[in-house]
């Protein structure tokens, strides 16, 4: 079966914009979760969202958001983008809470 | 009192030799714990879980160990390849879909 997938792989972005990011989860899968990866603070805990709905959030400021179809994709936001946004996002989907997730290979994002 | 093994960010092993990966979580209610490896341009890819009834489960050459009372999870790896070499995390899930992820260990293993 197909495995998560991210789009766009790549990204560059100057300081100010805004960007969205697409995760579709493997089929049937109704949670999914965003994480951002950087080499000093590891992975963090984003959101989490199941059947449309954001269960959880992390501590990151409002501008960084969500959303999730009713076919279980998901999209994240990051409006005026800063420096340090710059990261690897990643989503990963599970059937639900306490079974392991799925994690796409990420989306690479570089703000200038 | 009782002993654990350190958390160390990088581990280096010879080829064939058993790994072991320590983890030191941080919330007790946590209930269910993941390991998971990260190779070089590639999102983390589950290994195996435990949830916080056991204390022990194996999998293929991998078994993971856990400790409640001092909130110690360590992964160990048999016979040691080298396409075992990447990032180990681990994941302690506290509540409603949220992993809170460990530090991570780069392992390298020599051939």
């Known amino acids: 079966k197909a495995g998560v997938t991210q789009t766009p792989r790549y990204l560059i972005k100057t300081r100010g914009q805004q960007v969205t990011l697409s995760c579709s989860p493997i089929?049937?899968?109704?949670?999914v979760s965003w994480y951002q990866q950087t080499p000093g603070q590891g992975l963090q805990f984003l959101f989490e969202y199941f059947s449309e709905t954001q269960r959880n959030k992390g501590n990151f400021p409002g501008r960084f958001s969500g959303r999730q179809f009713s076919n279980s994709r998901s999209e994240m936001n990051v409006s005026t983008l800063e420096l340090g946004d710059s990261a690897l996002y990643l989503c990963?989907?599970?059937?639900?809470?306490?079974?392991?997730?799925?994690f796409g290979s990420g989306t690479r994002l570089t703000v200038v | 009192g009782e002993s654990v093994g350190l958390h160390l960010p990088t581990l280096s092993v010879q080829e064939g030799d058993n790994s072991i990966i320590n983890c030191a979580y941080s919330n007790s209610a946590s209930d269910y714990f993941i390991w998971y490896k990260q190779e070089s341009g590639k999102g983390p890819q589950f290994i195996i879980d435990i949830r916080s009834n056991m204390d022990k489960r194996q999998g293929q050459r991998v078994t993971v160990l856990l400790n409640k009372t001092v909130k110690h999870l360590s992964l160990q790896i048999a016979a040691t390849q080298p396409g075992d070499s990447a990032v180990y995390f681990c994941a302690e899930n506290t509540n409603a879909g949220k992993s809170t992820f460990g530090d991570g260990t780069t392992l390298t293993v020599k051939p």
């Open positions: 990963a989907s599970s059937l639900d809470n306490n079974y392991g997730y799925t």
């Open positions: 089929s049937g899968h109704r949670s």
